[in-house]
């Protein structure tokens, strides 16, 4: 692609949400791979993986789905969303079920916009951060946002249930 080539962004149902709220944000595309996360995300982007936020479908044990926006180089701690919500157990879903729950394709999941209203929650700590990075509703594309977006939109419900790389 030539170095100036205009790279025509998609048009999500997240975008679509976005747009409609007059959100202020900006796009991002990037060459996706497989399996490649939120890593890929900022090796092609020249960002901290940390700033990148996952936006991950789980559900309880009686199968009820939720999201949990979480940063890029860290996972949730099912133990303690499970204390959370007061339910046994949690975990991801099946990436089939997880994309008739939001709508989107696993790897391309954005927290605006899904198919099912589903209850949101984000690790506190990602709304001390400047900006973040968040899936625009396809496969390399994401959106640079304040959290403050995410929390006017969402309302998500803060917790704290990141287990850092190293733990």
Not at 21 to 28: G, I, L, M, V
Not at 38 to 60: Q, S
């Amino acid at each position: 692609m030539p170095h100036n080539a205009k790279v025509v962004s998609p048009m999500t149902q997240a975008i679509r949400v976005l747009k409609a709220a007059k959100a202020e944000y900006t796009e991002h595309c990037y060459v996706y791979e497989e399996r490649g996360g939120t890593t890929v995300i900022a090796r092609e982007l020249g960002i901290d993986e940390h700033i990148t936020v996952k936006t991950l479908i789980f559900e309880t044990d009686d199968k009820k789905p939720f999201i949990i926006l979480m940063h890029g180089d860290r996972s949730v701690s099912t133990q303690k969303m499970a204390r959370v919500l007061g339910v046994k157990r949690v975990a991801p879903c099946e990436p089939a079920q997880a994309e008739r729950n939001s709508g989107y394709h696993c790897g391309g999941t954005s927290p605006f916009g899904t198919r099912k209203k589903m209850p949101i929650y984000i690790q506190q700590s990602i709304l001390d951060l400047p900006a973040i990075y968040i899936n625009g509703g396809q496969r390399g594309f994401v959106l640079q946002m304040k959290p403050s977006v995410v929390m006017d939109l969402l309302k998500p419900t803060p917790v704290d249930v990141a287990i850092d790389a190293l733990d």
